[in-house]
């Protein structure tokens, strides 16, 4: 799908603690040295629905606000042996006119400014029906997503664009995605990541190792509340964070927290990972 905000990827402002923009690594491997970048490429594959379920069920608005591209460099088990090459979003915007549908629009703006390609599928709507009332109502439908990820993944991996990639589901449709990826491309490393408070998919387990996403990797990778650039002279806001994401009064992300707390997060983010399947770590 062609990007219709691509006057809104502008020149990047540095946010304290934010990547400002993927990698300088281009991605024929070399580094801005001029030295081949031998580290591992790495790519995310985000389920937005998937993800954002799994956000709002923790009742945490503001965590919904979470930058994707800093997120993917997270999960790598670090960034000397391994460098994030792709972040792929799929997913719909229903109502655009909408109080919603306007705050997704503008954080899908604010991904494809820190580099996050981002597919966006459609909705149906479908007439349903009450045999016992004959009531009728409309019922949509989102198309495509599940179609869209599952194709960039088998496609990236057809090019050869990653050695290890992220799948960022919880959602059994995927199963196929990972028996096809160990099927025809078993040199290429997939590990599904079930997104906070969700498990692991049993299907998807059966074929690539699985892990979970702790809670604090999400509050490690927010976006900022804004940016600007320049575009033809012009000072140009690409993405303003909707008041109902800002985080609460005095929050602070758990790099920031007085030691005593950030221990006890420490503590159960290993906790949490405990158990998973043997994939590469999840970086804190």
Known sequence: MKNPDKTFILPLVPASGVSPS?????????SISG??????????????????????NLCEPHLKWVNLWQ?????????????????YYVSAIRQPGSDKGKRH???VNALRHFGVECELSHFISETVSCNKCANTWQDPHEKESDVNLALAVFDDASRDVFELAYLITADSDQAATARMMKSRFPAKQLVSVA???????????RYIAT?????VVLEESLLPASATGMVNGKLIMPFN???SYAPPQGWLPPSKRPKSTTTTIAKATQAAGAGASTSPPLTR
């Open 22 to 30: 993927p990698p300088s690594a281009p991605a024929d491997g070399v």
């Open 35 to 56: 030295l081949p970048d031998t580290r591992k490429r790495v790519a995310v594959y985000i389920d937005g629905f998937n993800l954002y379920h799994a956000i709002d």
């Open 71 to 87: 997120l993917g460099e997270r999960l790598m088990p670090n960034r000397t042996q391994y460098r994030l090459v792709r972040a």
């Open 105 to 107: 629009q503008q954080y």
């Open 195 to 205: 997104p906070p408070g969700m498990e692991e998919s049993k299907a998807i387990k």
């Open 211 to 215: 892990q979970k996403m702790p809670k």
């Open 241 to 243: 964070r909707p008041a």
